[in-house]
């Protein structure tokens, strides 16, 4: 993979060596694409190496904001809104601020703020650091494996879901919306006869999956119409969900009413009232 740019550097590499307390890994607990990246995080026990800081799920109109710490600001960066981390890492940058990120304290300027090579840095390059019964989320005799279904999920999955909720047109609507639902009728049968997305281990494309699955009937089976059924009318997936949510990092890091409130609150077309659902009930994740 060729890294370039200001926030494509390399955890692990000369520029940037793996370093405890070096590292700050800054999310949010809506956003799904920074909830895989915390998961690995505490799953490989890295929680303990690289510290985090956690945005509102709320967003203001100057982006992700610092508004969970006392003074509205990180208690370590010392900054309000994800925008001042882009900033000083590139006076220049006109983009958005989006998340997850990591940050080198050493400047405090962002190594890398794309989820999918964070994760796998993180995996790969932080070997040193990681507890002893760590589960191996990228082995290489499952690699090829693991990124066929990646690329599945990422196109049919969450991709199929965002799409819904961007569409202005019926037919479009429908087109995602069947990918989406064959995508996990296929998957409610693999689970029929599987614990794991890939072969007979913990993956990191099931961390992938999980945090979709995980915010279905809170967010997008209502604000994104993927409305044909709840993931617990699943008889396989929803097993196979609630399975992994039992495991401490994914459990942990998973936060309901973050994601509820995030979803609701940050879509003034779809929520002029702005009222936060009070269900659904979540505590069926704990039966």
């Known amino acids: 993979m060729t890294h370039t740019g200001p926030f494509k550097g390399v955890l692990g590499s000369d520029p940037f060596p793996a370093q405890a307390g070096r590292y700050r890994f800054i999310w949010s607990e809506l956003c799904p694409w920074s909830h895989r990246v915390a998961i690995v995080r505490q799953l490989l026990g890295l929680d303990t190496v690289i510290s ?30 994800m925008m001042d981390s882009y900033l000083k890492t590139d006076p220049d940058y006109a983009g958005r601020a989006t998340i997850p990120v990591i940050i080198d304290l050493t400047t405090e300027k962002i190594v890398n703020n794309e989820s999918h090579d964070l994760m796998r840095q993180l995996e790969m390059n932080f070997t ?17 494996e693991i990124d066929e279904i990646n690329a599945i999920i990422l196109e049919e999955v ?18 995602q919306y069947a990918i989406l639902f064959a995508r996990l009728d296929q998957l409610d049968a693999h ?11 913990l993956t990191e494309a099931d961390i992938r999956l999980y945090v979709s699955l ?15 059924n709840h993931l617990y009318d699943f008889p396989n997936l ?8 039992k495991i ?11 994601i509820k409130k995030g979803f609701w609150l940050n879509n003034h077309a779809e929520n002029p009232r702005q009222i936060v659902p009070l269900g659904p009930d979540t505590s069926i994740w704990e039966a």
Do not use: C
Request: aromatic share 18%.
């Open 52 to 81: 985090e800081g956690k945005l509102n799920p709320v967003i203001t109109e100057k982006g992700w904001q610092f508004s969970l710490d006392e003074g509205d600001q990180d208690p370590i960066l010392g900054t309000t809104y």
């Open 128 to 144: 040193e650091f990681t507890k002893p019964d760590a589960p191996e989320l990228y082995p290489e005799f499952l690699r090829a």
């Open 158 to 175: 969450i991709g199929a879901i965002y799409q819904m909720g961007a569409t202005k047109s019926q037919d479009d609507y429908a087109k």
């Open 191 to 201: 689970f029929a006869d599987h614990d794991f997305l890939v072969g007979e281990q």
């Open 214 to 228: 995980v915010r279905f009937d809170v967010a997008y089976y209502s604000m994104y119409h993927a409305d044909r």
């Open 238 to 245: 929803w097993p196979y969900a609630k399975s992994l949510y």
């Open 248 to 258: 401490p990092a994914f459990r942990e890091t998973t936060n309901f009413e973050a």
